[in-house]
């Protein structure tokens, strides 16, 4: 039977613990790794995790696929540490938000002996912890995947199948420079627009008498773990700052065509984002789970 | 057995017909009026209508309610048409989404033989037209109301009554200027975001690919009737722009923040936008239905 290790029962390894145990029950040896014993004897007793370890003992030398979901600068600091731990020929994979720096910083203190693959689900909850994880969370989601040279083909492929196995709907394989442009877009600017948004308000006033489903969908994420997302935006800055710039034009050609009542351009400014809207709603709807 | 005539008979219209058949059904006589024949044959297959009409025959002289659910300029000519159709003592309501300038319109045209009471139901879909409608959009939902001195309490408080057992879960009293500064801010800013996101994409890339619930959530109003929205935004300009000041001010905010690293301020900026979702979220959820 193999060994799938989850470093970090956070909510994304404890989604990965409870995404296991609901798609493939019995199939795995399934451990984890986290600083939080409490949480440990939570997922035991959920029967998600056989065992845990609050700093590795056997744990890494056994398994086979090592699934580290840690706050960037740790995930650097564990790797620094337990390079020599792992077993031969496991493959190890990060499931952190940025890819290039990550790249970069991590690339040097990978031991010869394992397969590093950088993946990222695009699944997370505004919510933080093991106690927030829910396998639903995954089901059909998109999951990125950057590639190196180094990779064995084989195991991104079998890590690929073991992702749609545990209810990942499409997972793609694309650059860190892209992953990180279109992450700095897609998830990065729309944190900031929610935080910006939630904290544009006036609170003198009974906001939540005045709000229809818009506004609960458009702050839902101004809910936001500080020091992950302060660590994301800066690690990824100058994708995100890009963002900003081309949100802002956006918004500026908008505010023009209010400003000067010019009906006929604000009709192509709203027909343009219906018709994406629409058009990516088609291509996100093809995820299968 | 009371008469509830509804003109307009689109996505509001045609929610409140199938909300009122889903929670008080054979308790009232509904009709309604739409230019559609197609809409009306619908409706009256469903069995939420009993009988409608292209024009106004025989509709409103019966009516002891009048929903009137059309886009602000059409409610206009509506009601220079029919002001003196309507029975006498009947309340008569409209929808729109803005409040101060329908009301110093619609004031001088409402005939004295009728109470008018100026509302909004907090609750649309992105969708138009009554294939679109689904009662349970209205369920726990805000409803705006903005009394006038010349409305009849008695009436306010059967209205409000008829909206809570119909799905809304909160009714609230608010002056026109408060309604229109709110909305401008918590429903047109919202909408005025997803539009911008929307369009800032750029279409040569295979966004869909890069998505999670973050960017799928803050597009989906991206998807916006044009006519309708470009009406609203004109008519509520002032509110409207200065929600798009307060915004990009606080989007600086954070956009310095980034551009000089400086994580305290960061975390200041998420803890407080956490902590007003938060607020935001325990208020929003004492709605009742």
């Not at 990779?151 to 990942?168: A, H, M, P, Q, W």
Request: aromatic residues 10%.
């Amino acid at each position: 039977m193999k060994h799938i290790a989850l470093v970090g029962l956070g909510v994304i390894g404890g989604t990965f613990a409870k995404a296991i145990d609901a798609h493939m029950p019995n199939t795995f040896k399934v451990t984890a790794i986290d600083k939080n014993e409490e949480t440990l004897a939570r997922a035991k007793e959920d029967g998600v995790i056989q065992h845990g370890e609050v700093t590795n003992q056997t744990i890494l030398q056994d398994a086979d696929l090592v699934i580290i979901s840690l706050y960037p600068k740790v995930l650097k600091t564990f790797l620094e540490t337990h390079a020599q731990d792992f077993k031969p020929g496991a493959i190890v994979t990060e499931t952190s938000g940025i890819k290039q720096t990550m790249l970069d910083f991590i690339a040097p203190h990978i031991p010869s002996h394992v397969d590093f693959i950088f993946g990222h689900p695009m699944a997370g909850r505004e919510k933080q912890g093991y106690n927030y994880a829910d396998a639903a969370v995954f089901n059909k989601a998109n999951y990125l995947i950057t590639p190196t040279e180094l990779n064995d083909r084989k195991n991104i492929e079998e890590f690929t199948n073991f992702l749609k196995s545990i209810g990942f709907g499409r997972v793609s394989e694309v650059t860190p420079r892209m992953h990180d442009t279109m992450i700095g877009y897609t998830s990065q600017l729309t944190h900031a627009i929610a935080v910006a948004l939630m904290n544009s308000d006036d609170t003198s006033r009974e906001t939540y008498k005045y709000v229809g489903d818009s506004f609960r969908d458009l702050t839902r994420i101004a809910n936001i773990n500080e020091y992950l997302w302060t660590e994301l935006f800066l690690e990824n800055k100058e994708a995100l700052l890009e963002s900003f710039d081309t949100f802002e034009a956006e918004m500026q050609r908008l505010k023009t065509a209010i400003q000067n009542d010019e009906v006929e351009n604000m009709y192509d400014i709203f027909r343009q984002s219906s018709e994406r809207r629409l058009a990516f709603e088609k291509s996100d709807s093809k995820r299968k789970d």
